[in-house]
């Protein structure tokens, strides 16, 4: 049979309307790829064989009656742990909710099941979505694909890992500071953080709810787009998504018959991306990919974005003030781990508080206790206002950087992460040195724009990626731009060697 | 650059309500001073007139009217939805979740 992972979402949907294949031996074909691949990935906290199957049926039934449901109909794809699936465990990569089942599904999650498509499990992260590497994983470290030593970056490493090993050809994940895009950087793959309030966050396990945004892996910006599409949108169940915009595929320039001018662009280099910390070589083989962007006629442009060092710092004020907040309901009363399950005698569980105290010391891993320290004490009597009312300030100077970029260039590129991903181990002792990591993507989140990390030319057999941004809602053309570069070149199309 | 001592630690995991050990004590009285170091970075930012940004696209109190509305991500039947939740808590007494006293 032919490999099927080398195709993409869009050739894949033909072939299933074309009668080619069904989505029954597409899934069966994933699945003993799974079966080969992931003993040394480990992508997956759960694996659903069995309910993928069914939907499988369900979709080859579907088609035969000529009632597809969308693009993905029957379509194998993986969830991050992080969003809630009916009936299915899910633990957001933590022993905290090791064995907690939602009795609802998350609304992306109804979205791509109304959509038709099969799911194939819940991926790997860092526990709380609190890393960049999945080593933070209260379970197991994800491995990369393209060095088995190697991290796959983070939080959403399991989903980045999945899709760039070809078990599934997408993933939904999310990203508060970088959690798609620098995991994509380091598998090879594309992935989209949209706009703050473009995809619904209810039922997504609540990291900083201000930062938050679900968004989706794929190979190719083309696959990215149609997974936007069907995931995005307004939700009732979360008053932060925004009614008045619509993403569609036919309104990218790519679907219509007239020809993207990139021509028209200018794209901004801003220098502040480009200097002390970039590894040489992956400065270089962004610079070459710019150059192919000059050479179909668009302008290049410096620009500054001068306070993008206080981004990353300002980040990591908000981040956890908001994470110690929405950690605070895990109390050991209503869900969750709790001493009251074990031996509580041993335990001197002796009062309500003693349940609440001890429950949090035994479900949380260090990380998660660090991110709440930090976010108790900047929201504590005495400090709020010179750490948390100081970073929201710098927060406000940080989205006026982008608007007044955005009034001189049409999208900015930067590289999504300044070095190729690092050995499993290597920063795990030093959490600051971790934090550091996010350097080239917490701007995003602090200013509610969308990105794309897109697979460049590799340095040494490991993936580099070249990040755009654009302005609030600017989905559709950013991934026009990066579509462009991907008609013309084949980074995204590489597969790691896994035999 | 402020340092958290041991004993500050000690009461902040008292105020986000986890029980550490004397050597946790140790170990994060030096990590959250090294990450608090760094983050004071922002106080070389002139922030004089500059407002506060919490939310992001601008949009502000969003309503909708006060009645129920089904809800479509759940089981139909109330009582299955009510046993799922219940299954999820450590202990439960008659159809309630189960907590200790909260008044002694």
Known sequence: MLKLINFSIKEISEKLDKKEISSVELTKEVFSNIKKIEPKIKAFISLMEKEALEQAKESDKRRANGKKLSAIDGIPISIKDIFCTKDIKTTAGSNMLGDFIPPYDATVVKRIKDAGAVIIGKNNMDAWAHGSSTENSDFFTTHNPWDLERVPGGSSGGSAAAVASGMGFASIGTDTGGSIRQPAAFCGVTGLKPTYGRNSRYGVIAMASSLDCPGVFARSSEDVAILLEIVCGHDLLDSTTVPSKKFKTQNLNVKSSSKFKVQNLKLGLPKEYFGKGLDPKIKEKIMEAVEIYKKMGAKIVEISLPNTDYALAAYYIIQPAEVSSNLARFDGIKYGFSVEKADSKQLSVNSLIDVYMKSRARGFGDEAKRRIMIGTYVLSAGYYDAYYKKAMKVRTLVCRDFNDAFKKVDVIITPTTPTTAFKIGEKSQDPLEMYLSDVYTVSANIAGIPGVSIPVESINNLPVGMQILGPQFSEEMILDISHEYQKITHHHQKVPNLE | ?104
């Open chain 2, 1 to 104: 650059m402020a340092k958290l001592t041991k004993k500050d630690v000690e009461k902040i995991a008292n105020l986000a309500r986890i029980e550490i050990t004397e050597k946790e004590k140790n170990k994060y009285s030096a990590e959250l001073t090294e990450i608090l170091g760094y983050v004071e970075k922002l106080n070389k930012v002139d922030t004089k007139n500059v407002s506060e940004t919490s939310q992001v696209t601008g949009l502000e109190n969003v309503y909708r009217e006060d009645a129920a509305t089904e809800a479509t991500q759940v089981d139909k039947d109330k009582n299955k939805n009510r046993e799922k939740l219940l299954k999820n808590a450590p202990a439960e007494k008659n159809g309630y979740i189960k907590t200790r006293a909260v008044l002694e």
